[in-house]
């Protein structure tokens, strides 16, 4: 019996096609992502040996994903996931902030069947696409039964990597992305196997803390990024329109600027939730004791997107900032 697999469409360029051969770059703003069923008409002659069962959702070029919709996402996989025939869910997702949702659903589901988002780096009849083989290769690892209990999957490049810690390292490069510090879970082999090699050591779905199937909105959580002379306008800025979070993308090993920092500890003052995260790209924050005792909250090594979601999760059940740091080393 084939593996039923739910292909969930939400755009991103694995399902926008160019206007030829050579528009890698700028089909985007020519076409729109095609529904669900104008995907499959594309990949039909890959499909054999899978049960697909079509899930429609909306298509979109990712940068205009968010938490709204990674809420109505959640509800989505939740109905589908509740069918016990289902064996994985198949997400194909735009690369420009696909890490950003597999993390909150690395965090959020509650659904056994396995979870792999994927994408493409080139439209599906680009020259030289990765698109047919990416999904074809989710669709394998979604059916693998070792894909299971690893959280949600990314699925790019013949490459198996875990939601929370994968990030996108290219603008265009067919290996854009990767797992800094770590590397891959796995692999897809070019006979269709998937070999996998280790497992993700953290929490996460089914089993996290983080229940929001009910909520349509989650607390507002911001980014501010630390550079050499960095004013405090943008932290006062969020902090005056009532942001409930900010996560600095601190100057390595995850400094703000002077004039920052004073502006952090009126947010701090205020209430306002102050997570410290590196611009590096890799590597753990290791507070310093005037850090710790100014209230912020460390991120590990959680890049400033990835710290984002979760720090939005967290808020959405707690505001005690040690039960958050407890969480920062938990996730």
């Known amino acids: 019996m084939s593996p039923r697999i739910a292909l969930i469409g939400m755009g991103g360029s694995i399902s926008t096609p160019g206007r ?14 095609l529904p669900i069923d104008g995907v ?37 996989i939740s109905r589908v996931g509740a069918d016990a025939s289902i064996t994985g869910i198949v997400l194909m997702h735009g690369t420009s902030t696909l890490e950003e949702t597999a993390y909150f659903l690395h965090l959020a589901t509650k659904v056994d069947a396995p979870i792999v988002l994927v994408g493409a780096q080139r439209p599906p009849n680009g020259l030289g ?8 290769n989710a669709l394998r690892v979604a059916s693998a039964p070792g894909s299971r209990g690893l959280g949600a999957l990314v699925v790019m490049n013949d490459q198996v990597h875990s939601a929370r810690d994968v990030a996108k390292n290219a603008n265009f490069a067919l290996d854009a992305f990767g797992t800094p510090g770590f590397g891959a879970l796995g692999n897809v082999d070019p006979d269709g196997t998937v070999a996998l090699y280790r497992r993700p ?5 089914p089993d996290t803390a983080f229940d929001v199937l009910q909520l349509h909105e989650l607390p507002a959580v911001e980014i501010v990024y630390a550079y050499a002379g960095a004013s405090p306008r943008a932290i006062e800025a969020f902090i005056d329109d ?4 900010i996560v600095v993308a601190g100057m390595p090993p995850g400094r703000a600027s002077p004039a920052q920092r004073v502006a952090l500890l009126e947010a701090v003052r205020r209430g306002v939730l102050v997570v410290q995260c590196s611009r590096a790209g890799s590597g753990r924050i290791v507070q310093r004791s005037d850090d ?6 460390p991120a590990d ?4 997107q990835k710290a984002r979601v979760l720090a939005m999760l967290a808020l959405s059940c707690t505001s005690d900032r040690d039960v958050i740091v407890g969480m920062f080393g938990e996730y």
């Open 20 to 33: 030829h051969r050579l528009d890698l770059h700028e089909y985007g703003q020519y076409a729109k992502p």
């Open 40 to 76: 499959l008409r594309i990949f039909s002659d890959i499909l054999d040996g899978f049960d697909i069962v079509p899930v429609p959702f909306h298509a979109l070029d990712s940068a205009a994903a968010g938490p709204a919709l990674w809420l109505e996402l959640n509800r989505t």
């Open 129 to 136: 696409t990765d698109a047919g083989i990416n999904l074809l």
């Open 201 to 205: 050591a953290r929490r996460h779905a």
């Open 242 to 245: 009532g942001a409930r979070g």
């Open 292 to 297: 710790r005792s100014a209230g912020f909250v």
């Open 301 to 304: 090594n959680l890049n400033p």
